[in-house]
């Protein structure tokens, strides 16, 4: 019992690095103390059981040590998302689990690489109950220079690396002959020697545009959303006072205006009109991009989203979380946030639900839609907010729309001074490499900076530091193989766990009637 506690604990350790600020590295062979439990056990159903008791214990106490921060905004969140991450990944490693006792180790390998990315796949395409932090290739943000493939094949290419390194590894140590340990130690090094040549040969593009991020640093719970508007007005006005006359575009965080904008004007604002103003004072030719809550009205008998509210006279009406463009150079002026986070912005099963009772009026629940809309002031600009960082298929809709560097709008401080806000700005330099775009991030409070196309941080603004960065940001307008076909790796993992299935249902049918030895 001890040395199974043991090799849980060194397998939470060694799952738990990447996000903990230390290195994603330790990922390449945290699964195989698993593997070495699944291993020792019997084909039994006791021993099935045993197994899922353990390999439960395992994801569960990796969430606990990773999102735990989650629960300073949401004591529901952390919960809920560790019922769901587990359930995800208990269900790949038992299928492996299962499999490698009554089938070929070739077999139940390949099961094993291609459910666990499947289930990553499906939890991060999921329109609701979303939560893909602990995608294993996330655990590399802190290690760019490694994993500057991505760009071929996102994320789900380095949760394929950490599973195929894991088999290999514990492969060489049940059997250390000397092919085995050559073949683990190739699937471990190979993969960083092609990284660092990406990395070395990278070009940055030669074109490029001024950009300012602006960190206001206002408290979430206190301030942000108190009566206190005129005073977080001055707070930003103030700000864009340091920004350069030269500056062609200015970034301010998510939600950064303390009012609620009119979705098909929001240009009418008394805070938008305040900001226009201000640069008009100082003479500033730029685009500004902010973060903003609009709201659409519908009229009666006019059709309206299964998000709506309910309003008396039969009026309903949307509110979005949205980034504005003032002074663009085209009407493509506002984007509302693809990704909404689970519980506190969207709820779930809407549509589903919406058939039996009328959810109008439901607290949280946030308009949104599919479209990435770009902003254009000399520079096509992408404005992601804050949780679309988290999906890289976020980022490749506004790269196909055009966008030469991307920003992204955020509002770290919901969780404190945690490991949550840095891990979300380190996860945007693995959407940086994916698409190959700069990156300007603006804040309220957590981290500003720059990220340039290969992943690298060139400035940044840590926790609780309020002030304005300014750097020259490249324009790219090539378009990287990920970019392209998205996801792809998730999809055809997808198909490869339905033909292993099927191939090992065949396989079984063939034993029980005698066809295979």
């Known amino acids: ?16 690095a990447g996000w903990l600020g230390i290195s994603g590295l330790t990922l390449l062979v945290a699964l195989v103390p698993l593997l070495f439990l ?22 569960v106490l990796w969430n606990a040590a990773t999102i735990w921060w989650v629960w300073i905004a949401t004591p529901a969140g952390p919960i809920t998302a560790t019922i769901f991450s587990t359930f ?27 459910a666990w990315v499947a289930t990553e796949y499906l939890y991060t395409s999921a329109e609701v109950l979303s939560f893909p932090w602990l995608t294993l290739g996330n655990g590399f943000s802190g290690d760019v220079w490694a994993v500057q493939w991505y760009e071929w094949t996102g994320v789900f290419g380095g949760s394929v690396w950490v599973v195929v390194a894991n088999i290999l590894i514990f492969e060489a140590l049940r059997d250390s002959r000397k092919t085995k340990w050559a073949i683990a130690v190739a699937a471990v090094v190979l993969p960083v020697v092609v990284s660092l040549s990406l990395y070395v040969g990278h070009k ?29 007005m001055e707070n930003m006005t103030e700000l864009l006072r340091q920004v350069p006359v030269q500056t062609k575009i200015v970034a301010l965080p998510e939600t950064a205006l303390p009012e609620h904008l009119q ?10 009109m305040t900001l226009q103003a201000e640069m008009d004072s100082l003479g500033m030719d730029a685009m500004l991009i902010t973060g903003a809550t609009t709201v659409r009205y519908y ?15 039969g009026y309903f009406y949307d509110i979005y979380n949205s980034a504005i463009a003032i002074n663009a150079d085209d009407d493509n002026t506002l984007h509302h946030k693809m990704r909404l986070v689970i519980g506190v912005e969207a709820m779930p099963f809407t549509n589903l639900l919406n058939k039996f009772v009328d959810l109008g009026g439901v607290t949280g629940q946030l308009g949104r839609n599919d479209k990435a809309t770009v902003f254009r002031k000399g520079a096509a600009v992408g404005p992601a907010i804050c949780y679309e960082g988290l999906y890289g298929d976020c980022f490749t809709r506004f790269v196909r729309e055009g966008a030469e560097f991307m920003t992204v709008l955020s509002n770290d401080g919901w969780w404190g001074n945690t490991p949550g806000h840095k891990r979300l700005f380190d996860f945007c330099r693995l959407r940086a490499i994916e698409c190959r775009r700069d990156i300007a991030r603006s804040a309220n409070t957590g981290v500003s900076g720059f990220i340039n196309s290969r992943g690298d941080v060139v400035k940044r603004l840590d926790w609780e530091q309020r002030g304005v960065l300014v750097s020259d940001v490249t324009l790219r307008h090539d378009v990287t193989l990920y970019v392209r076909y998205g996801d792809w790796v998730g999809r055809m993992s997808l198909l490869l766990t339905f033909l292993g299935v099927m191939y090992y249902t065949a396989y079984r049918q063939r034993r029980k009637n005698h066809f295979v030895d």
């Open 299 to 313: 009229a009666p008998n006019e059709p309206h989203t299964s998000t709506a509210r309910a309003m008396r006279g």
């Open 38 to 59: 699944s291993a020792g056990y019997s084909d039994s159903a006791r021993d099935f059981w045993r197994m899922a008791m353990w390999a439960t214990l395992t994801f």
């Open 1 to 16: 019992m001890s040395r199974k506690i043991l090799y849980i604990l060194l397998s939470v350790m060694l799952l738990s």
């Open 88 to 114: 995800w990944n208990l269900t790949a490693f038992m299928l492996y689990h299962y499999v490698s006792k009554r089938a070929p180790k070739a077999l139940s390998y390949t099961l094993l690489v291609a």
């Open 204 to 232: 940055p593009a030669e074109e490029s545009v001024e950009v300012a991020v602006i960190q206001p640093n206002v408290d979430c719970y206190n301030e942000k959303f108190a009566d206190n508007r005129l005073w977080q």
């Open 263 to 272: 979705d098909n004007a929001p240009e009418e604002g008394q805070s938008v």
